[in-house]
């Protein structure tokens, strides 16, 4: 199975720029569904938990956790068009009350109530940007669950390894808890 590093997003992210043109997180890349509902379900997301999907892309993880796991999700996302796309299907869904979209710069959010927050980012992105931000932010007991790329600084609770995605990828997801 081929990995594509070099096309990873962050959850389905589009976040070309943060703060210019040369401050990349991650490329646009959708996460396989198959693989939206393994992150969850390894982050042991509960009914009623607040969780947040950094950098979402078309809405699918925060689309899945509310309709399917009953959570208060929240999708964070640059790209102003991925976000419309978003909050279009989470209105046709009828899911508004536990589905929320913002338009932001993931970088600029307030994690602190987050009891889930999961990610599919760059490796610099993860080492030198979000994890000092969730270091300081995440309440005790909050999971992070990342997609390929794993936190250096952080040891994982749980590794698993999906040989097939169903469309011929291999991944790996990494569970951390604070």
Request: with cysteine; net charge neutral.
């Amino acid at each position: 199975m081929r990995k594509f590093g070099w096309i990873v997003g962050l959850c389905c992210a589009s976040l070309f720029a943060q703060t210019g043109a040369d401050d990349k997180l991650a490329p646009y890349y959708p996460t396989p569904a198959t693989i939206v509902e393994k992150m969850l379900q390894l982050g042991g997301l509960k009914a009623g938990e607040k969780m947040f999907d950094l950098g979402s892309g078309d809405g699918r993880i925060v689309i899945l956790a509310a309709q399917k796991f009953h959570a208060d999700a929240t999708g964070v996302e640059l790209d102003r068009d991925l976000c419309t796309q978003s909050l279009a299907k989470i209105r046709k869904l009828g899911l508004e009350k536990n589905a929320h979209i913002l338009n932001g710069d993931l970088l600029k959010q307030n994690y602190s109530s987050a009891d889930l927050i999961t990610v599919y980012l760059l490796p610099d992105s993860i080492d030198n940007k979000v994890q000092p931000l969730l270091d300081q932010q995440l309440k005790k007991g909050a999971r992070v669950v990342a997609h390929d790329f794993e936190f250096k600084n952080w040891t994982p609770e749980k590794v698993e390894n999906i040989a097939d995605d169903g469309e011929g990828r291999s991944h790996t997801l990494y569970l951390y808890r604070k």
